[in-house]
């Protein structure tokens, strides 16, 4: 069982910054998954970015370049740096832990079982 909570969230204008952070459980396969998931009202979960174990991450088209994925594997914390924030990123943000069958960097939330309560992000113009 991995336990992750968010943390971070916020309002913020257009082109303003927020870093949010998933302190986590141990997760335990060898190989994983962690990623960062939003949900708008009305949408379907997307995957904004992944990592992996080896630190191969993977993003979302609309944020690359302005998102950065990392974690702190000796304090099993995950973040999530957004700059140039857009009111189109404003949505409920989530932190997830791939199955322990997973072992590669993925943002399909089929691929996940461990999720967080959510962190709310608003973006205003």
């Known amino acids: 069982q991995v336990q992750l909570m968010e943390s971070g969230g916020g309002r913020v204008q257009t082109g303003e910054s927020l870093r949010l952070s998933c302190r986590t459980s141990s997760h335990p396969a060898p190989r994983y998954s962690m990623a960062w998931f939003r949900q708008a009202p009305g949408n379907k979960r997307e995957g904004v970015a992944a990592?992996?174990?080896?630190?191969?991450?993977t993003y979302l088209k609309s944020v690359k370049g302005r998102f950065t994925i990392s974690q702190d594997s000796t304090e099993n914390i995950l973040y999530l740096q957004m700059n140039d924030l857009k009111p189109e990123d404003t949505a409920m943000y989530y932190c997830a832990a791939s199955n322990p069958r997973i072992g590669f960097v993925t943002r399909d939330p089929r691929d996940y079982e461990y999720w967080g309560q959510g962190t709310q992000v608003t973006v205003s113009s």
């Open positions: 990592i992996d174990n080896t630190g191969t991450a």
